[in-house]
């Protein structure tokens, strides 16, 4: 099945830098690709999301960038603020569409804005 | 976007005990799944929750103890028996709507303890 490796499993940056998270995953098959936060108490909310037939993705602050043939994608924030720190987590599936299939997590990204 | 609501928020349970988690979703959607996060940990995928038949377990997990039900488009449950203090996690379900987007919201979680 697929596995999904996440890294950093811990970020600290200064407010107002930049901060990059990355996953690698195991399946080709694999085609659809989310970024969850996930806030203490609540449940994940998606923040961002790629399909394999799209390398880059962008909405204000944050982008998300994948390269299928080595099988990575990656989550950049910019210009970083408080409201920021979360935990984040990448994911992967292997969905025809329609959301069909369940995700595989990765194991998560604690992302510390320090003032 | 589908809001997702689920009963408990939280309960703390005797082992050997039962307990049925609830999730109600706002508008209807084509698929429900539910997935267990241990604490401090990420997210692992236990079930598809298929309306009007039989759910699709991920491997290690079973319908004896994980029985599912989804009776309809907008309801689904998970129940967790006979209940060891190894069941204590975080239990979310989740949703996705029509049949082009594989976006997956998430409802609030039920923090389940097992003493």
């Known amino acids: 099945g697929e596995n999904v490796e996440q890294h950093p499993s811990t970020l600290s940056v200064q407010e107002g830098d930049s901060a990059v998270i990355k996953c690698t995953y195991s399946?080709?098959?694999?085609?659809?690709f989310p970024w969850y936060k996930q806030e203490l108490g609540k449940g994940p909310q998606l923040i961002i999301d790629?399909?394999?037939?799209?390398g880059e993705k962008k909405d204000q602050r944050i982008a998300v960038t994948l390269n299928k043939t080595a099988k990575h994608f990656s989550l950049h924030i910019t210009e970083t603020q408080p409201e920021d720190s979360a935990v984040y987590f990448c994911?992967?599936?292997?969905?025809?569409?329609?959301?069909?299939?369940?995700?595989?997590f990765g194991k998560g990204t604690h992302l510390i804005i320090q003032p | 976007s589908a809001v997702i609501s689920q009963k408990p928020s939280r309960d703390i349970c005797q082992r050997g005990t039962s307990l049925t988690i609830q999730c109600q979703v706002d508008s209807q959607v084509t698929m429900m799944f539910w997935y267990r996060q241990q604490p401090g940990q990420s997210l692992t995928l236990i079930a598809t929750a298929n309306q009007g038949s039989e759910a699709t377990y991920e491997s290690g997990f079973v319908i004896d103890k994980f029985p599912i039900s989804r009776p309809n488009l907008t309801f689904s449950t998970l129940t967790v028996s006979n209940m060891s203090p190894e069941d204590s996690s975080i239990y979310l379900c989740?949703?996705?709507?029509?049949?082009?987007?594989?976006?997956?919201?998430f409802g609030p979680g039920t923090r389940l303890t097992v003493l």
């Open positions: 399946d080709s098959a694999s085609n659809y």
């Open positions: 790629i399909r394999s037939n799209v």
């Open positions: 989740s949703a996705t709507q029509g049949a082009v987007t594989d976006t997956q919201y």
């Open positions: 994911a992967a599936s292997t969905s025809p569409g329609g959301g069909a299939d369940g995700l595989t």
